[in-house]
């Protein structure tokens, strides 16, 4: 070896060293690069990629506060149910695992295995299950498919006032009634859970309120009565049988505070099950459809006459023995009839009558009458979907619109309208709104708000209403239109109705009825209003045949309910008392008029709320009252100092239950 070859071979080992040392460097260069861009300037991203692969946000729905009814009977609630999902991207056979689940939940293989399929990262596959199938799926044991707590909306007595609870959905929000009407207060506050997962697709970490529930909604009280209702429902679906009607409604409502206490309506449908149904199933008709009353707004068209005092109660009007001819049309009558005067054309529901009575009031006070009655108007109900009704402007009534008004053709009205129009007469002309939630309570059970009556307007003079009631009686004494509409002991202050339906052809249908008949009792102290109407009853239709015998019935129960057993003896207002002629007289002893005009608070102690509003009507007083039936709690108490500001507070309950 020569003398330069060890300091060329030395030379070349440097020069390789000096290469592969510059190799590393630049290595780690890149290395310490690309890492600065990963945690610098890509952190963000990677950050949310990484989330996006690992964690998985769910939002669950709230759970729902009760609805009760006004005995705090559950009409609607939520129950924990579990909810199956699965995170296709960790699915290692679509179609075997599809399959089980399939059979597990049962539900068709092909959608099942089509939701496994792909790279998402979750999806559900049903939304609260059964228990039965909750188990089935823990069973399978797959890695992929888990399960989470879920509230369901329940409804224990399916069908049972569906089209005033209405439903909520899958995701808890309220759809129909007072699900709807309500779903800010109802629906409480949602949460959300966060699950993680590692490479292998198992659960490393839970967050959120996965295992609690926030709290929930607040609870309804409502002004429902569970048991009337049922009857009600039972008595109406009767009636629609009966005479194989196309559907029916019934309100039941108090006339002095406008509580609705049973409202129905068919065709019904089970809102645990909703979406079986045909969506025309879900309406309320007794507030969102219209229809022409009929011979009921006869009632209407008397309290105007009553009202304008330019008739007098013995006029009377020539019904051309049941056959007259006005603009080009005959107006028949179901009877011949000669002359009668104005009771007797409500009695016998003289169409001609009518026609004559409205022609010489003209159109400008029976519209202002009907207005003030509240047609063409909503009523204030706290119900979604409500119609203000029909009621065109007077200025284009001519003569023979004017007549078919008069006899309640060419008008609109919703049940509820009619009920309580019918029930400002029992309530002495005040139209009072209806309502149906009595109370908004916490989850603890502390009152939140409560619904107070509220007057509307008087819609006629106290003693114009009490004439017009009179003629109501009449109408189911002998020879009347509803003579066969009888609940003894009681007399029933009412109107029969029987109108033709609108035809798609134009005019009227001449097989197609609207049955009816609204009226309230005990006639001479009100206690409910009632309405019943059957749509299109085969064979008859007359509405004291048709719909008399089942409203007849609801009367019983709807007394029954209130404990009402025998026609009442209502208590003066100014009670005649000598006082003891050694003491000024004890407060309990003075007559509530007395009491007031002495500067103090009167015992009202068994009085109706109708008389309470009387007594404070005179002085000006404003009262707020809960309950329905007599007076059996107050507040300032009797014989304190009465004071104008704070008005008058009452508890009231119906009589004791029991007795002759």
């Not at 009814?69 to 679509?94: C, G």
């Not at 009771?343 to 016998?348: D, L, N, Q, R, Y």
């Not at 102290?525 to 009853?537: A, E, G, K, R, Y």
């Not at 009202?604 to 007076?631: C, D, E, I, N, Y």
Request: with cysteine.
């Amino acid at each position: 070896m020569s003398p330069r070859q060890p300091k060329d071979f030395r030379r070349w080992v440097r020069v390789r060293l000096w290469m592969l040392g510059g190799t590393f460097v630049l290595i780690f260069a890149l290395l310490a690069g690309r890492a600065v861009d990963l945690q610098l300037i890509e952190r963000n991203y990677l950050t949310q990629r990484a989330q996006r692969e690992i964690l998985r946000e769910v939002e669950i729905a709230p759970s729902r506060g009760i609805i009760y009814d006004r005995n705090q009977v559950e009409l609607a609630l939520s129950l924990e149910t579990e909810s199956v999902y699965a995170r296709p991207v960790a699915v290692e056979n679509p179609t075997a695992e599809g399959r089980r689940l399939a059979h597990a939940l049962g539900l068709k293989s092909k959608p099942v295995i089509q939701r496994l399929t792909g790279k998402r990262q979750f999806v559900w596959l049903q939304r609260r299950v059964d228990p039965e199938q909750a188990v089935a799926v823990k069973s399978l044991d797959l890695a992929s498919v888990g399960l989470l707590k879920e509230p369901r909306r329940f409804y224990p007595y399916t069908n049972l006032a569906c089209h005033l609870v209405g439903f909520a959905g899958l995701d808890a929000k309220g759809l129909e009634g007072l699900e709807r009407q309500y779903d800010e207060l109802l629906r409480g506050k949602g949460h959300t859970v966060t699950r993680a997962r590692d490479a292998l697709g198992r659960t490393f970490r839970l967050s959120g309120s996965a295992a609690g529930q926030t709290p929930p909604g607040r609870n309804l009280i409502l002004t429902i009565d569970k048991a009337l209702q049922y009857q009600v429902e039972k008595i109406l679906a009767g009636a629609v049988k009966r005479w194989s009607a196309a559907g029916g409604q019934a309100v039941i409502l108090s006339p002095a505070t406008g509580e609705v206490l049973a409202m129905a309506s068919l065709p019904a449908f089970n809102p645990n099950v909703y979406q079986d149904y045909p969506r025309d199933t879900y309406r309320n008709r007794c507030v969102t459809d219209p229809y022409e009353p009929g011979s009921t707004f006869k009632l209407f068209l008397a309290a105007a006459a009553l009202a304008s005092g330019q008739l007098t109660l013995d006029q009377r009007f020539d019904c051309e023995d049941g056959s007259w001819r006005l603009g080009g049309r005959t107006i028949h009558d179901t009877h011949p009839h000669g002359k009668l005067n104005l009771g007797e054309i409500v009695k016998f529901s003289s169409n001609i009558g009518s026609a004559k009575v409205a022609l010489e009031l003209g159109p400008k006070k029976l519209h202002a009458t009907l207005k003030a009655f509240g047609f063409g108007q909503a009523t204030g109900v706290d119900l979604p979907g409500e119609s203000r009704g029909i009621l065109r402007l007077a200025n284009s009534w001519k003569p023979l619109d004017l007549a078919n008004i008069a006899f309640g053709q060419g008008v609109a009205a919703t049940p509820l309208q009619l009920a309580a129009a019918v029930g400002a007469i029992a309530n002495g002309g005040v139209l009072m709104r209806p309502y149906v939630v009595k109370a908004l309570v916490d989850n603890s059970g502390t009152l939140v708000a409560e619904t107070q009556p509220q007057a509307v307007r008087r819609a006629l003079g106290a003693a114009e209403a009490r004439l017009l009631g009179e003629m109501m009686k009449t109408v189911t004494e002998p020879g009347g239109t509803g003579a066969n509409i009888q609940v003894p002991p009681f007399k029933v202050a009412g109107k029969t109705g029987t109108s033709q339906k609108p035809s798609p052809e134009g005019g009227y249908s001449h097989s197609e009825y609207m049955s009816s008949f609204v009226g309230y009792l005990p006639a001479d102290d009100p206690q409910v209003v009632i309405l019943v109407v059957i749509d299109t009853p085969k064979g008859r239709h007359y509405g004291s045949t048709v719909a008399g015998p089942a409203w007849a019935a609801m009367a019983r129960a709807a007394l029954k309910t209130l404990g009402v057993h025998r026609a009442p003896s209502q208590p003066p207002l100014i009670k005649v008392q000598a006082p003891a002629p050694s003491a000024a007289p004890a407060v309990s002893s003075l007559a509530p008029a007395k009491a007031l005009a002495k500067g103090l608070t009167p015992d009202l102690t068994g009085l109706t709320l109708r008389q309470v509003l009387a007594l404070a009507g005179v002085q000006g007083l404003a009262v707020r009252a809960s309950g329905w039936g007599r007076v059996s709690g107050q507040n300032p108490a009797p014989g304190s100092k009465l004071q104008r500001e704070r008005g008058l507070k009452v508890s009231l309950t119906p009589p004791t239950r029991g007795g002759a």
